[in-house]
Structures are given as structure tokens and as C-alpha cells.
């Protein structure tokens, strides 16, 4: 009984959520789009009048050869560059104020962010303590970021995080294990380029998991009780373009237009949950790489058929739409074929991609405790379309350490 009642509760706050959040001023970044596009964005950050680039990014992407040439195409604008290449996946606290510290030093007025998701969310946050006067730690939380951003630029080197068009950074904190979200309308990037040339050195392993991390955040905001006529839209676009072209991606890293689409893919995925929300896939995938140190896009890749399997009947309708839209279902499928179908298609293409079907590292010990965090995230934060008891949640868990045979 107080299940329900605590369920009928958390309906009427997200609709309150959800009516506010109709109302947040969002701005999308400007968007340079197309092979050779990151080069059009350094020389409009010129034409801005900027002199000197704060610019966050890591060690790999250096070492890879992705930094390099825009490092030069920077010189040769006659543009400064101090450059910070300590971040890491899932940056922790203590990164985050070196970086911050690294920027006061240099006196630089812009951050260009050329990476991943870790390393758009370390330069969203850097950027938001330059303007900031307070720890990240007290930036966590809703509406915390009064004062501002330096203008942020990104490059996103990745198709998955959507980082580029969000609201959002998460940061790490790694005493207490446990990942912390900022979001705030005023982290939302100033101008991005989605370039295909910068992601054709993506290894498979990485293109595949951060794919589907964009497939999430499609169907998830697609699902979710805050969703829009307009988040269905550009979750919808999104994850046609995903089943479509992410094999090729993953098969062929150089397919220029497989990387563009993709591209695409995680910046409508990404907007469309900007304001439709996630739920329990991200719940679990954040506990999961906090304990496990597991990737984000790998981690909801694996939890991602076993959520909307106990996510059903109350998401049948919607998956079913998304199935036929995708081509995946028929018209003449029931509600429940079609979402069936839906689902079977994730699993077979988490098979193809070789993406594990459990969470190897996945301790029963910490059940319990994975179990409690995630729900208490999705309860105020997430408008889920079912609610999870505790111990559906547990046995979802146990779904996922459990050994094939």
C-alpha cells in the first residue's frame, strides 16, 4: 500500500518537474556539422575575437593523433593554447579543481573541449568554477550554476554521450564511490561540431559502446512520462539513424557517412533527454560505473534489455511505435510483438557488437546497495514508465550477475 501511495506521489511531482522544465530557458550550441566542421569551428572562435584557448581534452587523444592537427589549425589562426590532457574517465573532484587552477594560471577567457563525454563534462564544470566561487562538490544538484559558464566550444570525438547538447556534467566522487550530477540550464555548451573526421579513429569497442549509450537516451526519453511531442521526434530520428548505421560504424570505422549519422544520432538523442529525462538504465549504469569503474555506454548497453523487460506493459505502446517507425515491426503487430521485437533487436545487436550480456564484475554483495541508490536516484529525478519495487529491482540485478550456462 504505501508502495502505491509513494508511486502516486512521485506522478504528481514529475508533472510539477515537468511543467518547470518546460518553462528553462535552453539555448542549443551553434552547430558546425560535416567532415572538416571542427576546423570551421576554431575559426569561428577566432572570428569572436578569442586570443587564447583553455583547451581540455586526454592523454589518448593526443597520443592518437586526433589533437595534433587542431593544435596547429590553432597556431595558424594565431590563437594561444594552454592545454590541460590530465582527465579521466569519470573525472573525480580533485581533477576537476586542477583543471580550474591550470585555467586561472593561464588567464584564458574561452574552453575549447575536444573529447568524449568525461572530457565535455570536466570542461563544463571547470568552465562553471571559473565563474563559480565555490567548490564542485557544491555545484552538484539542480540550478546550483547562478553565475554562469565561460563560453564553452566542443568537439565531441565520440557518438553517444550527446554531452555537446545537454544540461548536464557528472563528476566522480571517488571516497564515497558514487557518481554526482550538476545540471543547470547555463552548462549548455555555446557552439559544437559534429565532424566525421574526428571519430574515424574510434576503435570498434569504443564506437560500439558509446552507439548505444545513444540508443539509450532515445529510448529512454522516448518512454519517459515527461516526453514531448518534440522529444519524440528527435528520440525517434535518433535511434532510426542508430539501428542503421552503427553496425556500419562498428564495421567499418571509416565510413564517413556511418560516423556522420551517428553523429547526429547522439545530438537528437541527447536533446530529446535534456528535457525528457532517462530513468533506471541510467540509474544502474551510473552505480555500476562507480563501483566497477564500468563504462557508461558499455554499462547501459548490458542493463538496457533487462530494464525495459521490467519496465513492461506500462512502455508497450511506446517501444511499439518506435519498433514500426525503425522498421523493425509491422503495422499488423500487436503492442506487445512489436515491443517484443523492439527489445530482441537491442539484444541481437548488443551480440553483434560484442557487447557482454552480464556485468561480470557485478559482486551479489553489493546488490543491496545498488539496488537502494539506484531507485533513490530515479525517484524525483527520473519520470520512469513503472515505477520498481525493491525487490524487482533486486532480481533485475540478479538477472544481471547471473552466469549463461
Given at each position: 500500500?504505501?508502495?502505491?501511495?509513494?508511486?502516486?506521489?512521485?506522478?504528481?511531482?514529475?508533472?510539477?518537474?515537468?511543467?518547470?522544465?518546460?518553462?528553462?530557458?535552453?539555448?542549443?550550441?551553434?552547430?558546425?556539422?560535416?567532415?572538416?566542421?571542427?576546423?570551421?569551428?576554431?575559426?569561428?572562435?577566432?572570428?569572436?575575437?578569442?586570443?587564447?584557448?583553455?583547451?581540455?581534452t586526454d592523454s589518448n587523444l593526443i597520443k592518437a593523433g586526433v589533437v595534433p592537427p587542431l593544435l596547429e589549425k590553432i597556431g595558424a589562426l594565431g590563437m594561444q593554447v594552454t592545454l590541460?590532457?590530465?582527465?579521466?574517465?569519470?573525472?573525480?573532484?580533485?581533477?576537476?579543481?586542477?583543471?580550474?587552477?591550470?585555467?586561472?594560471?593561464?588567464?584564458?577567457?574561452?574552453?575549447?573541449?575536444?573529447?568524449?563525454?568525461?572530457?565535455?563534462?570536466?570542461?563544463?564544470?571547470?568552465?562553471?568554477?571559473?565563474?563559480?566561487?565555490?567548490?564542485?562538490?557544491?555545484?552538484?544538484?539542480?540550478?546550483?550554476?547562478?553565475?554562469g559558464i565561460l563560453p564553452l566550444f566542443v568537439i565531441p570525438t565520440t557518438a553517444g554521450t550527446g554531452s555537446e547538447v545537454t544540461i548536464a556534467a557528472v563528476v566522480s566522487d571517488p571516497?564515497?564511490?558514487?557518481?554526482?550530477?550538476?545540471?543547470?540550464?547555463?552548462?549548455?555548451?555555446?557552439?559544437?561540431?559534429?565532424?566525421?573526421?574526428?571519430?574515424?579513429?574510434?576503435?570498434?569497442?569504443?564506437?560500439?559502446?558509446?552507439?548505444?549509450?545513444?540508443?539509450?537516451?532515445?529510448?529512454?526519453a522516448y518512454i519517459s512520462r515527461n516526453a514531448t511531442q518534440e522529444t519524440d521526434q528527435r528520440a525517434l530520428a535518433a535511434a532510426k539513424k542508430i539501428f542503421q548505421y552503427l553496425p556500419?560504424?562498428?564495421?567499418?570505422?571509416?565510413?564517413?557517412?556511418?560516423?556522420?549519422?551517428?553523429?547526429?544520432?547522439?545530438?537528437?538523442?541527447?536533446?530529446?533527454?535534456?528535457?525528457?529525462?532517462?530513468?533506471?538504465?541510467?540509474?544502474?549504469?551510473?552505480?555500476?560505473?562507480?563501483?566497477?569503474?564500468?563504462?557508461?555506454?558499455?554499462?547501459?548497453?548490458?542493463?538496457?534489455?533487462?530494464?525495459?523487460?521490467?519496465?513492461?506493459?506500462?512502455?508497450?505502446?511506446?517501444?511499439?511505435?518506435?519498433?514500426?517507425?525503425?522498421?523493425?515491426?509491422?503495422?499488423?503487430?500487436?503492442?506487445?510483438?512489436?515491443?517484443?521485437?523492439?527489445?530482441?533487436?537491442?539484444?541481437?545487436?548488443?551480440?553483434?557488437?560484442?557487447?557482454?550480456?552480464?556485468?561480470?564484475?557485478?559482486?551479489?554483495?553489493?546488490?543491496?546497495?545498488?539496488?537502494?541508490?539506484?531507485?533513490?536516484?530515479?525517484?524525483?529525478?527520473?519520470?520512469?514508465?513503472?515505477?520498481?519495487?525493491?525487490?524487482?529491482?533486486?532480481?533485475?540485478?540478479?538477472?544481471?550477475?547471473?552466469?549463461?550456462?
Amino acid at each position: 500500500m504505501l508502495f502505491w501511495l509513494e508511486v502516486a506521489f512521485l506522478r504528481i511531482y514529475m508533472r510539477l518537474f515537468k511543467a518547470i522544465t518546460a518553462l528553462l530557458p535552453i539555448h542549443w550550441p551553434r552547430e558546425f556539422s560535416g567532415p572538416g566542421s571542427a576546423q570551421e569551428l576554431l575559426a569561428h572562435i577566432k572570428n569572436e575575437g578569442h586570443a587564447h584557448i583553455f583547451l581540455v581534452t586526454d592523454s589518448n587523444l593526443i597520443k592518437a593523433g586526433v589533437v595534433p592537427p587542431l593544435l596547429e589549425k590553432i597556431g595558424a589562426l594565431g590563437m594561444q593554447v594552454t592545454l590541460f590532457q590530465e582527465v579521466s574517465p569519470d573525472p573525480p573532484m580533485a581533477q576537476i579543481e586542477l583543471g580550474y587552477q591550470r585555467l586561472r594560471d593561464s588567464q584564458a577567457k574561452v574552453v575549447l573541449a575536444i573529447g568524449g563525454g568525461s572530457v565535455i563534462d570536466a570542461a563544463k564544470l571547470i568552465s562553471a568554477r571559473a565563474l563559480n566561487d565555490k567548490p564542485v562538490h557544491k555545484l552538484t544538484g539542480l540550478f546550483k550554476v547562478r553565475k554562469g559558464i565561460l563560453p564553452l566550444f566542443v568537439i565531441p570525438t565520440t557518438a553517444g554521450t550527446g554531452s555537446e547538447v545537454t544540461i548536464a556534467a557528472v563528476v566522480s566522487d571517488p571516497v564515497k564511490q558514487r557518481k554526482l550530477p550538476v545540471l543547470d540550464p547555463k552548462l549548455m555548451p555555446t557552439a559544437m561540431a559534429l565532424d566525421a573526421e574526428i571519430m574515424k579513429g574510434l576503435p570498434p569497442a569504443i564506437t560500439a559502446a558509446t552507439g548505444m549509450d545513444a540508443l539509450t537516451h532515445a529510448i529512454e526519453a522516448y518512454i519517459s512520462r515527461n516526453a514531448t511531442q518534440e522529444t519524440d521526434q528527435r528520440a525517434l530520428a535518433a535511434a532510426k539513424k542508430i539501428f542503421q548505421y552503427l553496425p556500419n560504424a562498428y564495421a567499418d570505422g571509416n565510413d564517413t557517412e556511418a560516423r556522420q549519422q551517428m553523429a547526429e544520432a547522439s545530438k537528437l538523442a541527447g536533446q530529446a533527454f535534456t528535457i525528457a529525462g532517462v530513468g533506471y538504465v541510467h540509474a544502474i549504469a551510473h552505480n555500476l560505473g562507480a563501483l566497477y569503474h564500468l563504462p557508461h555506454g558499455l554499462a547501459n548497453a548490458i542493463v538496457m534489455p533487462h530494464v525495459l523487460k521490467a519496465s513492461r506493459p506500462n512502455c508497450d505502446a511506446k517501444l511499439a511505435r518506435m519498433a514500426i517507425y525503425c522498421s523493425l515491426a509491422d503495422e499488423s503487430d500487436s503492442d506487445a510483438e512489436a515491443a517484443t521485437k523492439l527489445i530482441e533487436t537491442i539484444v541481437r545487436m548488443n551480440k553483434e557488437l560484442s557487447i557482454p550480456v552480464r556485468v561480470v564484475e557485478l559482486r551479489p554483495a553489493d546488490i543491496e546497495r545498488i539496488t537502494k541508490a539506484a531507485r533513490e536516484e530515479a525517484r524525483f529525478t527520473y519520470a520512469v514508465p513503472r515505477y520498481l519495487k525493491k525487490n524487482e529491482m533486486k532480481s533485475l540485478l540478479q538477472g544481471l550477475h547471473m552466469r549463461n550456462h
